[in-house]
T-cell receptor, first 114, second 109 residues
């Protein structure tokens, strides 16, 4: 597709389970970002990839959160031992190389922890 | 860390009215961006500003990058019902974007 694709669009899981969220960036975009949006809030930065490496992962809230990117394309965000406070919309964005390149967002994964 | 204060939090206007919203920061940014988010969707970029003092228009939207690099405003002229949504400012210093809390805009026909 032409835009950033995220899956699943919705995920409901029990507290303590692990979840994996997927992001397919726009083809050719070397930079990929993960953000988290809690209800009624702005977006909170989690991690940035340039190619397959993550020069900035300072936004990950705890060691239960991890992310990887393979082949310079698809990225997965993994949350282990989920807690209720992890409930949020997780948004992925991608951009072409260069700091002034705009970030284009997917529609997010809405994660609900019961 | 950097914080953005966006105001107002919400606005209720009549169709045809102009609207203005702004963001201020405790620290400088190199880029200011304005996004619109509809329910269930990701933010969509409206305007990007790259230079202090820059004034940029996109149709009925006008945005400015403050001269101090710590603020930006967005104006929407002659509002229409489809302008309804949440508008976010975002500042960029390095790779990450720092977002404001959003302005919820309601346009009454």
């Amino acid at each position: 597709g032409a835009g950033v694709s995220q899956s699943p669009s919705n995920k409901v899981t029990e507290k303590g389970k692990d979840v994996e969220l997927r992001c397919d960036p726009i083809s050719g975009h070397t930079a990929l970002y993960w953000y988290r949006q809690s209800l009624g809030q702005g977006l909170e930065f989690l991690i940035y990839f340039q190619g397959n490496s993550a020069p900035d992962k300072s936004g990950l809230p705890s060691d239960r959160f991890s992310a990887e990117r393979t082949g310079g394309s698809v990225s997965t965000l993994t949350i282990q031992r989920t807690q209720q406070e992890d409930s949020a919309v997780y948004l992925c964005a991608s951009s072409a190389s260069g700091l002034n390149q705009p970030q284009h967002f997917g529609d997010g994964t809405r994660l609900s922890i019961l | 860390g950097q914080q953005l204060n966006q105001s107002p939090q919400s606005m209720f206007i009549q169709e045809g009215e102009d609207v203005s919203m702004n963001c201020t920061s405790s620290s400088i940014f190199n880029t200011w961006l304005w996004y619109k988010q509809d329910p269930g969707e990701g933010p969509v970029l409206l305007i990007a500003l790259y230079k202090a003092g820059e004034l940029t228009s996109n149709g009925r939207l006008t945005a400015q990058f403050g001269i101090t690099r710590k603020d930006s405003f967005l104006n929407i002229s002659a509002s229409i019902p489809s302008d309804v949504g949440i508008y976010f400012c975002a500042g960029r210093l390095d790779s990450r974007l720092t977002f404001g809390e959003g302005t919820q805009l309601t346009v009454n026909p």
